[in-house]
């Protein structure tokens, strides 16, 4: 499906900018041989460590090193790849690139390696999202979640859901060239089998690709409350337990707070509200206007309270500007914090509206509680294993695939039209096929591997 193949050489820094023990030069594409022996002196032999010399084009001795040189198909591009493992500073990396521009290859685009070993079939779409997934994952859960679609979990189950789907058109088209036995053919049961196995299997891979999703982008809370309420203290309790991966980032305004913490390694991003007061600096109000554009898109909004000021369970009446201004009410929950000092104890209440935990953040009293709810609201599962990583694309996908079968279902039982049937059969298909690339427009690619880091 893809004849746009560049015949291009491109080049990057593959390690990370800056200064380390070793810094890796890569470039990919037919010109890849040739700068390697004017960088060498020499021809390398395929996949075979030299330590040598690396040249600039007027004989100057650069840096020395590992060359490494993969000649295609068998390479990570399935292009002619060579690589320069030097020592890791900015300057001679720099030179080292300066230098294979100069002998005819041009400067990688962000994913571009990615993208052409996509290209030449080395991975399927989900599998190279999966890399950058990879070098992206904040929790070993999402990375090994990422490894495993890399190593082609996820389209393994996937190709097997459209292999599903093109025996049973197979078997639809065949009743459709045969108007007058078509509906003896739909109706006797095999069809309806067949559909219902894809479906169940459909809704496996679709509650696994969830999981993954949730693993990989985890779920966003605000903490809102009144001064002293004791949301910065919540913060640390539930930071403390993965303090390794906190990381603090003020906002514009001093008061605008994100914490990325863990909960069974999927990511909770904390924002704390102290900022959402009224303000008439300008700079502030903006920071104001950004929290409130997190807290519109936040999955749960707590709102906490110091069970001593008021017995109120009403949140509106707790705090009306703010509750009013939430544009979905049902993702709140109330936080009756500093139980310690009261005699209500830590006992839940789940089934209200909003749902009520009641905690100390002083002695971590009722925490486990708001972390289990945390979790419930989300249906993450902590017990689920081998899952993949899978993207709100791949979900929106499975979606449509979903719902297409649905509709051939509805079809199937009800006028029994073999051509619609067929229709949507090869819809779902078509949707299916769009997780692992097999169908995918050209501005879908760009956008995904041009949010890959350059060099990868
Ligand atoms: P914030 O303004 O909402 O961020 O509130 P802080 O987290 O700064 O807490 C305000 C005060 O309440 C601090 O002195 C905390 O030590 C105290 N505090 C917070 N949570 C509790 C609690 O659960 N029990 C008790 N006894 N004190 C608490
Ligand atoms: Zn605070």
Redesign the pocket.
Known sequence: AFDNLSNDTITALATAPGRGGVGIVRVSGPRAGEIAEKMLGFYPRPRHAHHTPFLSDDGQVLDEGIALYFPGPNSFTGEDVFELQGHGGPVIMDWLIECTLRLGARLANPGEFSERAFLNDKLDLAQAEAISDLIEASSRAAASNAMRSLQGEFSKRVTALVQELIGLRTYVEAAIDFPEEEVDFLADGEVAAQLAAVQANLTNVKASAAQGALMRDGMSVVIA????????????VLTERDSAIVTDIAGTTRDVLREHIHLDGMPLHVI?T?GLRDTPDAVEQIGVQRAWSEIEKADRVLL?V?ARDTAELEPMKIWPEFVSRLPDPSRLTLVR?????TSEGTDADLSTTPPVIR?????QAGVDNLKQHLKDVMGLDSTAEGLFSARRRHLDALARAEEALENGAAQLHGAMAGELLAEDLRAAQQALGEITGEFTADDLLGEIFGSFCIGK
């Open positions: 409350g009144r001064p002293n309420a004791g949301k910065s203290s919540l913060l640390n704390d102290a906490m110091d914090n500093k139980v310690d000092l905690i100390s953040a002083a002695t």
